[in-house]
Nanobody, 121 residues
Framework: QVHLVESGGGSVQAGGSLRLSCAAS????????MGWYRRAPGKQREKVAV???????SYTDSVKGRFTASGDNAKNTVSLQMNSLEPEDTAVYYC???????????????WGQGIQVTVSS
């Protein structure tokens, strides 16, 4: 069982910055990927940024150039630096850790409880 603890988030005006952090603890599977998803009100969950400890990072198009994911394989941590925030970024953000880059029944996945990010115009 992997436990993910998220921190950061909060409220900010448009154009501002926030940083999210996540640390994995417990029985550590071979975690090969960590990152962030989000769910905005009335919308489906979407991938924001996921990095693999093999060295790749993928971002959803809407955050490219504004968000930066970074991680530490040895510590099983991942952070998300969010700059130039827009009201459309308002959502609950969930930390993800898994054996695969994308959640899959064929692999292992674990999720954080979620952390609110609110961007006002």
């Amino acid at each position: 069982q992997v436990h993910l603890v998220e921190s950061g988030g909060g409220s900010v005006q448009a154009g501002g910055s926030l940083r999210l952090s996540c640390a994995a603890s417990g029985s550590i599977f071979p975690i090969n990927a960590m990152g962030w998803y989000r769910r905005a009100p009335g919308k489906q969950r979407e991938k924001v940024a996921v990095l693999t400890f093999g060295g790749t990072t993928s971002y959803t198009d809407s955050v490219k150039g504004r968000f930066t994911a970074s991680g530490d394989n040895a510590k099983n941590t991942v952070s998300l630096q969010m700059n130039s925030l827009e009201p459309e970024d308002t959502a609950v953000y969930y930390c993800y850790a898994g054996s695969r880059e994308d959640p899959s029944p064929a692999g292992f996945s674990s999720w954080g409880q979620g952390i609110q990010v609110t961007v006002s115009s």
